[in-house]
Nanobody
Framework: QVQLVESGGGLVQPGGSLRLSCVVSGIPFNIYAMSWYRQAPGKQREWVAR????????DYADSVQGRFTISRINAKNTAYLQMNSLKLEDTGVYYCNSEHFGLSYWGQGTQVTVSS
C-alpha cells in the first residue's frame, strides 16, 4: 500500500517560516520525482515545486522562487519543503506528490495558515 504522509503545517505570521515533510512508503522512493502542490480556499490546486529522483534538479513556481526550498533524503524516504518569508497568499493545504512515468500518488495534505 502506497502512503504519503505530510506533516509540519500550522499557523505562522507573515514573514515566518515552516518546514513541511512528506514521508513515503510502499514505492521505491529513489526513482520517483517529488513535488509539492497547494490549494487555497476557493482556488484550484497549483504546483509549487519539484525535485528529481536523485535530487539534482529542482524547479519552483515563480510565486515561491527564492523563498521556498525543496529537498529530499532518499535514505529516509522523505521529501521536504522549507518555506521562508511566508506571505498571506501562501495560505492553503499543501500536498506532496510522487510521480514516475505516469504513476502518481498523493498525500492527504497539511494545512498552512499565514495570518497576523
Amino acid at each position: 500500500q502506497v502512503q504519503l504522509v505530510e506533516s509540519g503545517g500550522g499557523l505562522v505570521q507573515p514573514g515566518g517560516s515552516l518546514r513541511l515533510s512528506c514521508v513515503v512508503s510502499g514505492i521505491p522512493f529513489n526513482i520517483y520525482a517529488m513535488s509539492w502542490y497547494r490549494q487555497a480556499p476557493g482556488k484550484q490546486r497549483e504546483w509549487v515545486a519539484r525535485i528529481s529522483p536523485g535530487g539534482g534538479s529542482v524547479d519552483y513556481a515563480d510565486s515561491v522562487q527564492g523563498r521556498f526550498t525543496i529537498s529530499r533524503i532518499n535514505a529516509k524516504n522523505t521529501a521536504y519543503l522549507q518555506m521562508n518569508s511566508l506571505k498571506l497568499e501562501d495560505t492553503g493545504v499543501y500536498y506532496c506528490n510522487s510521480e514516475h512515468f505516469g504513476l502518481s500518488y498523493w498525500g492527504q495534505g497539511t494545512q498552512v495558515t499565514v495570518s497576523s
